[in-house]
């Protein structure tokens, strides 16, 4: 758990570990990025596979009023593939959300930085054979722009990951009458708002939070990796516009680069927060004190 003034964090992880190498990711990628920062980046690559160690997790925020998650991972049973991590999942999320004191019937919103498939899945579950939502009396928050962006590729016979994706884990909850749509830069109580940073999905956004002058963010995939900040004109190959994707990055770094805002990206190792500061003429990461999570080593 960590805290940002009086708001608590916890993080729930489905899967830690080797996910792709860099050049696999990061267009462009220079294997040079990682050599001449090895000293804070090499234990986010895997000596034995060269792939990049990645995390998918949900960020649990209890704000005193509200029991959010945030990003939803890949999710259990799901249909995906041409991504085999993805495919037919069956792990105890919900276990490693009940250790975190959390049951599902308690969250009461949920917030999808976008909706790419390894951030909504757990927004249902397949219950005889219907996804049903997976949080029962939650809100599923989605920014407008996101939203209308793959209901106007699912309109037309979308069959990527995402367009699964959208099929599966989100038109059930519009079914449901438990998705809200809202503006991209809504407020969900005070200390609690959306931000866009389009590019990576045209309609992505981060989640600020403040209280007591404290400030933190969830990041989403504004950054997946630490490799992004060593190197900030490293898009990736899921970026919707990767040159967008590039100036968000550049905006979001320098609005939080060392300023002590504690920044939760969705893809980066336990503990999946900490500091970014000015390195060499890039940035860097500092990982924040997480009691309970152990660093991948
Ligand atoms: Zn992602």
């Known amino acids: 758990m960590i805290a940002v003034g009086d708001y608590r964090i916890d993080r729930a992880v489905e899967y830690e570990g080797p996910f792709l190498r860099p050049e696999e ?15 804070w980046l090499g234990h986010t690559i895997d000596p034995a596979s060269g792939q990049m160690r990645m995390s998918f997790h949900s960020f649990v925020l209890r704000t005193g ?38 049951k599902p019937e308690e969250v009461d919103f949920v917030m999808c930085t976008h909706l ?42 979308d069959r990527s990951m995402h367009g699964l994706a959208f099929a599966d884990s989100i038109l059930p909850l519009v079914h449901a009458e438990r998705a809200v749509v809202v503006d991209d830069d809504h407020a969900l109580e005070d200390g609690v708002w959306l931000q866009p940073y389009p590019g990576h999905t045209p309609g992505t956004v981060v989640i600020n939070i403040q209280s007591r002058g404290d400030r933190g963010v969830f990041a989403g995939d504004v950054l997946h990796t630490p490799l992004q900040l060593a190197c900030p004109e490293l898009s990736s190959i ?15 770094i320098e609005q939080h680069a060392d300023t002590g805002n504690l920044v939760m990206p969705a893809h980066f190792l336990a503990p999946s927060a900490g500091h970014i500061v000015s390195r060499d003429g890039a940035f860097g990461f500092v990982d924040a004190v997480m009691p309970g999570d152990q660093r991948v080593s």
């Not at 990711?25 to 000293?39: K, N, Q």
């Not at 259990?76 to 999320?93: A, C, Q, S, V, W």
């Not at 397949?126 to 793959?150: C, I, K, S």
């Open 25 to 39: 990711l990061l267009i462009g990628y220079d294997p040079v990025v990682l050599e001449r920062s090895r000293d």
């Open 116 to 157: 790419h498939w390894d951030h909504v899945g757990w927004n249902t579950r397949l219950q005889d054979g219907r996804w049903v939502p997976t949080f029962p009396n939650a809100r599923y928050v989605m920014a407008r722009t996101e939203y209308e962006h793959r209901d106007a590729l699912h309109a037309k016979g």
């Open 238 to 252: 899921a970026c919707h516009d990767p040159d967008l994707s590039y100036v968000s990055r550049r905006r979001f």
């Open 65 to 102: 009023r509200h029991t959010i998650l945030i990003d939803t991972c890949m999710g259990n049973d799901k249909e995906r593939p041409l991504r085999p991590i993805g495919h037919r999942r069956r792990t105890d999320f919900l276990g490693s959300l009940l250790g975190r004191g959390v």
